[in-house]
């Protein structure tokens, strides 16, 4: 990521840094915001969310019904507002939360930093730093912004978090330190040269910032439904508005004697039926709910679609680091080779692991080497990221030559020359070469070390020069390896039986991230080195297509190759703990980190895995499938209320036939057959795996059904209230009956397979419609009567011949929901198998 800085370079080697900046040049960067001072701009304000949410063109023409009704003094009419005004506060809140996430981002953990200033050390925030300011770095620090190291003394920095190279990085004179990285080892100091967002981790931090709602299926289709309603609601309002008002006299009649009043409530009704608000309600409750149980189980849901999104998932892209291992480095075994003539080796091996400057892998020799008694380095030679060795010499009473612990490749350039004792594979009879005996222990996944002893101790030449000493022999071979998260090869599994591709993208060597992924059961070869990797997104996409694991892999790769994923028409969820992981986590259409990653990586994951148990992923899994699935399910209601109403809407107003009920009877109905009984069951187990295409499934239900609804009112009002001049009452009472019946109809059948909770929810609905004719005050408020023998009897008769059509729509649309299933399990890759055996659908 490239970045210049923003001052000469004549500017900048005039400080000296044995001084640091006085307070008038101090002053003077402040004033020109030359400052390490960063915030990046959300791309949202409070005011664009309001607006987004709350002055939509539905809201729009929701509440000037709503307004209309109540301004007629039909309060009893006007309930539906209720619905948009919740709709309109959690779509609010949904947003406002993920922006709030994303404005908490702070990605250096440590927000103060030590400055030389008019020759006194100073302690101040971080985004107090200004260019040129020279810095104090000692182990356990972070770099709070770029800068050029100053006669480092051995320093080390980590920039895992910032490259997902894990192993601790050599710095000299003059190199560049980077934002976002953390001391290791050593001490020294070093001139900002780039502050603010010009610096390397703040970059990462303004692309991280910038606000996005994840892709939603269920969001996607709602909104869809949305679209194609509002191209017809306004040529359909003024066809029904018209009718309505013809039905009253004409236009001149209606506006003298006030008839248009019923006109207008006559035509919300069935505009506002025309909506299906209800359901855009319905799921962002499931999805808060759904992220209420994650919640429980230490998951932490940024963004309520996110519930879904990993039930969508086809290719999962897995960080080494943080995800499948622990991220530290663990003691494995120790291979001795000849310690006849190193009686003190282990003595020598618990030094290392203790020494003050010990790296992690160092420290984790204590585990099986402890220390028994102190020793006194008379003479060392540190250890280097380039040399990859440690050489030590004791003073006495423990002088006995000089140890070296490092790398075999460069303790032993000739190692293939160095003969040793051996009992494995590549062992002849009893032999090996040096290298044979690492290369075999490496191939298995670990970190192989060899521990070397001269006779003769490190002098001072050999320590000027960093030399190895003369004369080494191998004394013992020391195998590491990283902690593999417990968890991690059930969950690898569990995505195996659900036809979910896995891909590691990690930015350690990729023979090393091979070998792990082979622990966890993974088939992975050798890995793909990703500095092979073509920069033609059709050629890294067919690359990622038939390769599992990738190493060396820089955080702009991991970018792109999930979006070259992406544009194979898959969905890629990315887990990750380190800053580089970032990008990538953002981009995908799914983002999981860890707890114990950094800041910027949790602030734009979409989730969070708090204790870090990569095991929660299968939970979150099912209950994004039962999101689906319901929503799915219930949407089939919602919709069909939505064809029925788009049908009368059409059909009365080129009849020129009034609306057959009120609004407050469409509330009764709606909250009988849609509203109740789907909020119940949105939130029932439903393990059925995610189809693509939710949307067709449930509209090849809906229209048809909705048309025969449709049909049936017309035939009901047409013959009833035109031909044998029923009061317009008894017409209301009888498309009321016929929708309630007809609803829980089609309750019953998408409910199927039905249980005892789902029976008990059909039959108390049914139970408490009856109780609507019972009760005064409820007869009052609906405005219901008795129908008229007559009326009853070709009420029932549709009803009768409405369920018969429903149910053999329901059976031809299940054949066609049966066929996506099979085509589902044909997609499924090769060499995924369920647990039995056998392809399993996704």
Known sequence: MDASPAVPASAAASVDPDVGLRAAEVAERVADGRTNAFEADTSRTWWHIVRANVFTLFNGIVLAC????????????????????????????????????LDRLALLNAPRARVLRDGAEAELLSAQVVLDDILILRSGDQVPADATA???????????????????IDKHDGDELLSGSAVVGGRSRARVIRVGADAYANAFAGEAKKFSLMRSELRRGVNKVLGWVAWGIGPIALLVTNAQVQVQGGWRKALSDGTW?????????????????????????AFAVGAARLARDKVLVQELPAVEGLARVDVVCLDKTGTLTMGDIAFDAVHPLDTSGAPGWRQALAWFGTAPEANATAKALTTAFPLDEPRLAEREVPFSSARKWWAVSFAAPHADGAWVLGAPALVFPDASKVSVPWEGPCADEGEASLSDAVRELASTGRRALVLAHSATALDDDTVKGQRLPGRLHPVALITLSEQVRPDAAETLAYFARQGVAVKVISGDHPVTVAAIAERLGMPAGEGYDARELPEDPDELAEILETQTVFGRVTPEQKKGMVIALQ???????????????????????????????APATKAVARLVLLDGRFSHLPAVVDEGRKVIANIERVSMVFLTKTAYATTIAILFGILIMQIPFLPRQLSLTDGITIGIPAFFLALLPNARRYIPGFLPRSLSFAIPSGIVVGLALTVQARVVGEEWGIPVEEVRTGSTIIVAVLGLWVLTLISFPLTWIKVGIIVAMAGAFVLAFVFPITVWFFELVIPRPESLVLIAWLCGIGIVLIGIIRAVQQVYVRRQLVEQAARVPAGVLTSSGAPEAR
Request: glycine content about 10%; overall charge negative.
């Open 567 to 597: 544009s194979r028409g898959h969905v890629v969820a990315m887990t990750g703990d380190g800053v580089n992981d970032a990008l990538a986590i953002k981009q995908a259409d799914i983002g999981i980190a860890m707890n114990s990653g």
């Open 150 to 168: 100053l006669a480092p003394d051995a320093l080390q920095v980590d920039e895992s978090m910032l490259t997902g190279e894990s192993d601790p």
């Open 66 to 101: 709503f307004a209309v009704l109540l301004f007629l003094g039909r309060w009893q009419d006007a309930l539906f507002g209720i619905a948009a005004i919740f709709n309109a506060l959690i779509g609010c809140y949904q947003e406002i939360r993920s922006k709030l996430a």
């Open 261 to 285: 009043q019923q006109a207008a409530v006559d035509s919300v009704a069935v505009i506002t039926a025309m909506i299906p608000l209800g359901l855009v309600l319905l799921t962002s409750i």
